[in-house]
């Protein structure tokens, strides 16, 4: 770290890479619903014993930390729910994506709400937008469903706009 001149110290690219903190360039858009690609393999996603998961050079994450906790400070972790486009199915427990979400190049992408998981904010690549606050609102209610804050039938699930 180097000393400033103005009271504090700046840390290097490579310095904040190895204490798990994003680039400053990234900071800004680090809020709840940006829209992230990270490297696929930095991502939980647990699969069966003898199943192989197709691992890809990139996946896009959806940041859903809240805003105390998303900035270039410690922790050094953000809370992320990981998207997929190949999945078969879509439970409860996981969200169907509208079509016409901007940060997103594929259709029928789900969030998969129920791997809610940490990932260091130095895994952030580059943020390719944002979900719309009505798509951000339905994800955030379906994961307090499933982390038993409310219950499935009580939520108040906001519907698209058509």
Known sequence: MTFDGRGRYQASRAQQTAHGLAPQALVPNMVPGAVFV?????????????????????????????????????????????????RGSVGPHDLLLPDDEAAFTSEKVVAVASLLGPIL???????????????????????LANLGVVSFPMIAVPTPKS
């Open 38 to 86: 990270v490297a696929d393999h930095r991502v939980s996603m647990p699969h069966p014993i003898g199943v192989t998961r197709d691992i890809h050079p990139t996946r896009r994450v959806i940041i859903v930390s809240g805003h105390v906790l998303t900035r270039a400070v410690r922790p050094n972790t953000l809370l992320i729910v990981p998207c997929s486009a190949s």
């Open 121 to 143: 904010k130095s895994d952030l690549q580059s943020h390719v937008g944002d979900l719309r606050t009505e798509t951000l609102e339905r994800l955030q209610a379906v994961i």
